[in-house]
């Protein structure tokens, strides 16, 4: 092991000549992997080592399809970057399930965004309202030069208060600041508004007169977005009657029984909640990353949404009246289709193409959706035949691959496996035997 200095300032190849002498001498393979993974296209390769520092080589994820989603009467193909088994498949048998039975409805709740410029001040709190409120114009005027471009895209900076938050820490207030960043994430957006409010907070403070007399002065602390987005909420929603979701009515009253009980349990107990949101969120991240959104933001996000009542809870719920089954998920999602690796990888590009070129809004409804689909699946599969079987099929390929499997023994394993269970330890039985 061994320390560096201007590890970043090497060159590619003199990057991995140091890390596979250092890190990976034990690693005869490694120079082979990390070049196995470069694009032979030299400007696209270029293009992914730019994304970020100090690249050696691509990650892939496998980019697939869940086919058959109708989502407010429209059609949609959705791509999904995922490496688990079994969740594009999940998700394209949800969409076949609800494709006649009027698909999936959804409604944008909001699409506001928040950041703050935190800082502390120590004097009196009326004095500082009062300068808030001379100094509010200042804080729109000299933002304008950024926000001018938002503006006409009918975004911008929707409102800018000052909050009190000296109960909960000494000397501590806000400017909880509101935007709308229309078709963009808007990171950048929002945090270039922030940084230009302290800084004009900062410069106004010291040419005000009872700030002077006083000698207090705001001290800005630090000037961020929030990914908590509550306010940036899509809804998506199935409904059928009860009888449509079995093959008799027996079957369906069980299934309607044993579903809404499971949602109710991800409800009130934050261990099976967790693992229930955490199904929801493979349908969520996969089209996010295939659409190149930030995941980690709306992660971060959702999970303080799913907890926002004081408890972790289930992110979606049910209801069953007069015979009608809904099943709805809210989430609070800030994604963007234009900016930021929107417009330069070219994956992403064709994901967003795939989904006919949709605004944020739609993007929202698209991936609320996916979660929701995902979600549907597997309650479905828990309730009734458990997830090891649908799971462990797909898991089957993985296993097969780990043994070097051939295409023979691919195919005798495949038949084999249709009236078999599969098992780990089963299938290393079955690729012996047929090996000796
Ligand atoms: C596995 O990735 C996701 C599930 O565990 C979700 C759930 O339990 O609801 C199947």
């Known amino acids: 092991m061994s320390k560096i200095s201007g590890f970043s300032k090497l060159t590619k190849l003199e990057k991995i000549d140091w890390l596979t002498e250092h890190y990976l001498s034990n690693y005869p393979k490694a120079k082979t992997i990390i070049k196995q993974y470069w694009n032979t296209d030299e400007a696209l390769q270029k293009l992914h080592d730019e994304f970020t520092e100090n690249t050696i080589s691509n990650y892939y994820l496998p980019l697939g399809v869940a086919p058959n989603f109708d989502i407010d009467g429209k059609l949609y193909a959705i791509p999904m970057a995922i490496e688990e088994s079994s969740v594009i498949a999940a998700a394209s048998k949800a969409s076949k399930f609800w494709l006649d039975k009027g698909g999936f409805k959804t409604e944008i709740l909001g699409t506001t965004k928040v950041g703050h410029v935190h800082f502390n001040y120590k004097g009196k709190t009326q004095v500082l309202k009062d300068f808030f409120e001379n100094v509010k114009p200042r804080l729109y005027a000299e933002t304008a030069s950024i926000t001018k471009n938002m503006d006409r895209r009918g975004g911008g900076i929707k409102d800018i208060e000052l909050i009190d938050k000296t109960e909960s820490l000494d000397n501590y ?17 929002i945090n270039s508004c922030l940084e230009q409010f302290g800084q004009t907070l900062e410069t106004e403070a010291r040419a005000y007169q009872s700030f002077i007399s006083e000698e207090v002065f705001p001290e800005v602390i630090m000037c961020i977005l929030s990914n908590y ?10 409904s059928c009657p009860v009888s449509q979701l079995g093959d008799t009515d027996n079957e369906s009253e069980q299934f309607v029984r044993k579903f809404s009980q499971a949602i109710k349990i991800a409800q009130i107990e934050p261990y099976r909640a967790v693992t229930h949101n955490k199904g929801i969120m493979n349908g969520i991240d996969a089209v996010v990353l295939a659409t190149g959104n930030d995941f980690r933001a709306v992660e971060a996000g959702v999970h ?12 979606t719920h049910v ?9 709805w998920i809210e989430v609070p999602l800030a994604l963007g289709t234009i900016g930021g690796l929107t417009s330069l990888h070219p994956l992403v590009k064709l994901s967003l193409a795939m989904l006919d070129h949709p605004s944020a809004m739609e993007l929202m409804r698209i991936t609320a959706v996916a979660g ?11 309730v009734t035949t458990g997830i090891q079987k649908g799971h462990m099929k797909m898991h089957l390929m993985n296993i097969l691959n780990q043994f070097d499997a051939s295409e023979n023994e691919r195919t005798e394993a495949v038949e084999y496996f249709k009236t078999n269970t599969v098992t780990h330890s089963e299938v290393i039985n079955l690729l012996e035997k047929m090996r000796s």
């Open 372 to 382: 929701l689909a995902q979600n549907f699946a597997a309650v479905n599969s828990l």
């Open 304 to 315: 303080a949404f799913a907890a926002r009542e004081g408890h972790y809870s289930s992110l």
């Open 319 to 327: 209801k069953v009246e007069n015979g009608i089954f809904k099943f």
């Open 229 to 238: 987005v509550p306010e940036c909420l899509v809804r998506a929603e199935v």
């Open 173 to 189: 207030y806000q400017l909880y600041c509101t935007f709308e960043t229309v078709d963009a994430m808007g990171a950048n957006f």
